[in-house]
């Protein structure tokens, strides 16, 4: 007896503690790098808007906590020279974004080549928080689909380095918490996608 605890029972409860340890420092922070294109209004957009896309620069951090549920992410995106088109999209202002990230589907159930994500995310960007919103800036609660596809691990292992590490992505993100508009309805389906190559540096989670 360990404390009132049968010795075996304690001796699992240690070596659980310790693999639990173990993960979570394997588990360290990763910076992703991901370049691409972001598209708008692609789908349900609010009378007289075109559809707009442009060349996008995205940052992201990931913390994992050693909790699968748990894994905070923070970071920022930003169109450098606009979108096409007359759009109110058509902007090169940046949008910050903090949150954590849901797993859906691990690379492990689909032999190591396609992972999905969910973050909850709350954003901060020029326009947000609706038409409402005296400032300039403004707030939004954004639910995200993260589809990563692992071509490096798979395609370009060979080469070793940087290359083995390269990943597809395709970011689905839908405003959670539009405000009515001044004139027309309120849409609450009109997502952005974002999608292009990551570049990961550091140790960590494999997605989004």
Avoid: C
């Avoid at 060979?158 to 309120?186: H, I, K, V």
């Amino acid at each position: 007896m360990i404390g009132g605890i049968p010795r075996s029972v304690a001796m699992v409860m240690l070596a659980l503690a310790a693999a639990g340890a173990a993960e979570a420092q394997s588990l360290g922070p990763v910076v992703l790098l991901q370049p691409g294109m972001a598209s708008a209004d692609f789908l349900s957009a609010p009378p007289g808007e075109p559809a707009t896309t442009g060349f996008n620069l995205r940052f992201a951090a990931l913390v994992p906590s050693g909790v699968r549920w748990l894994t905070l992410i923070a970071g920022a995106s930003v169109t450098p020279y606009g979108s096409s088109g007359p759009s109110r999209r058509n902007t090169n202002t940046p949008q910050l974004f903090v949150g954590n990230v849901f797993p859906v589907l691990s690379a492990r159930r689909t032999q190591g080549w396609l992972s999905v994500d969910a973050p909850l995310l709350l954003t901060y960007t020029f326009g947000g928080g609706g038409q409402h919103n005296v400032r300039v800036y403004g707030r939004d609660v954004v639910a995200e689909v993260a589809v990563t596809l692992h071509v490096g691990r798979k395609v370009l292992s060979g080469f070793g380095g940087s290359l083995s590490r390269l990943r597809l992505y395709t970011l689905f993100d839908q405003n959670l918490t539009p405000n009515r508009p001044f004139e027309g309805t309120m849409d609450r389906f009109n997502p952005v996608a974002y999608y292009g190559v990551t570049v990961p540096f550091g140790v960590g989670r494999e997605s989004p």
